[in-house]
């Protein structure tokens, strides 16, 4: 163990992750919030979801520093009476459980479906790459529009909200896979020209190991940088769908449908209900941007000669 963290302390990442000040604070950044919202039972002063602990005449306290702040409400509460800085931790950690999930899921599919159009092609190519542009024509937010309602419609909103984080990943999961298998695809057509392939084709390995064991390997660079970008877009797709009504159901409260609840508000007086939530949306995704652009340019050979 100490051997391989003596070699990653003396690593060319982590060298050039300490002299980038950007990535130091977006790193930084992206930690505190994933043990603050993974922390939440321990830390929020109240549960969001447990109904003894919200009082309807607690609604709309504005924020602790305003005249009329409540000292137990630092960031005041909504309509109904929810802490909004405990909502806000709860609510940050469904999102990012969404986002990691739903990437975990198009990463497998795409990237299998890469591999197989890359190294077989042929018809299975053509076959999967269409299909991919198929897809691809849709957006993901529309996708998850219509798949979302129609379950609503056939099953019932009740159901719905039961089954709510998984539907989210898998609509988002399977909206999102040929991102992957474009990116793989590509990879596969390159890699599987080279030498070593032919090798292990002539020592007689099977198309399966050849595949997962030799090739998929030296195609993890894109998939990583993808990877980084995917993350903040499933989070955005899940806070759309929640705003738009679609994604999480009011009493299980993530960003998108904290920043809906208090949107009708926002003029009345109201700001904070939106506002926070909305805040710390931005800054979630800018973070995981900023790291993936490092991650995309650490990768990059033409930008590192040194």
Same mark, same amino acid.
């Given at each position: ?20 000040? &950007? ?41 602790? *520093? ?29 999102s990012?459980?969404?986002g ?48 979302l309602? &129609? ?25 999102? *896979? ?23 084709r ?43 009504g ?21 003029l ?39």
């Amino acid at each position: 163990m100490n051997r391989y963290w003596t070699l990653f302390a003396e690593s060319a990442l982590l060298y050039r992750f300490k002299r980038d000040k &950007v990535a130091i604070a977006s790193f930084s950044v992206l930690l505190l919030l994933v043990v603050l919202s993974f922390s939440a039972p321990l830390i929020a002063p109240f549960d969001p979801y447990d109904p003894t602990q919200i009082d309807i005449m607690d609604a709309d306290v504005p924020p602790l *520093w305003q005249t009329a702040g409540d000292v137990r409400f630092l960031l005041g509460t909504d309509a109904q009476g929810r802490d909004i800085w405990s909502s806000m931790l709860y609510g940050t950690r469904i999102s990012i459980t969404i986002g990691l999930f739903a990437v975990l899921l198009q990463s497998i599919l795409g990237i299998a479906l890469g591999l197989a159009a890359g190294y077989v092609g042929g018809r299975l190519d053509s076959f999967l790459m269409r299909l991919a542009d198929i897809q691809l024509s849709f957006s993901t937010l529309m996708v998850a529009i219509v798949v979302l309602a &129609v379950f609503q419609a056939s099953f019932g909103t009740e159901l719905y909200n039961d089954l709510a984080v998984f539907m989210l990943i898998l609509v988002i999961g399977i909206a999102e *896979w040929p991102q992957y298998a474009r990116t793989v695809r590509a990879s596969v057509l390159a890699e599987k020209q080279k030498e070593y392939v032919d090798a292990v084709r002539v020592i007689g390995l099977s198309r399966r190991r050849i595949m997962f064991r030799h090739i998929l390997p030296n195609t993890l660079s894109p998939i990583l940088v993808i990877s980084t970008v995917q993350v903040a877009n499933a989070i955005m797709s899940e806070a759309a769908l929640s705003f738009l009504g679609l994604g999480m159901p009011v009493n299980q409260p993530s960003l998108g449908s904290l920043i809906n609840s208090g949107f009708q508000y926002i003029l009345s007086g109201s700001w904070w209900i939106t506002t926070f939530p909305a805040l710390l949306l931005i800054l979630l995704v800018l973070v995981i941007n900023l790291l993936g652009d490092w991650l995309r340019d650490l990768l990059n050979p033409r930008l590192y000669k040194d």
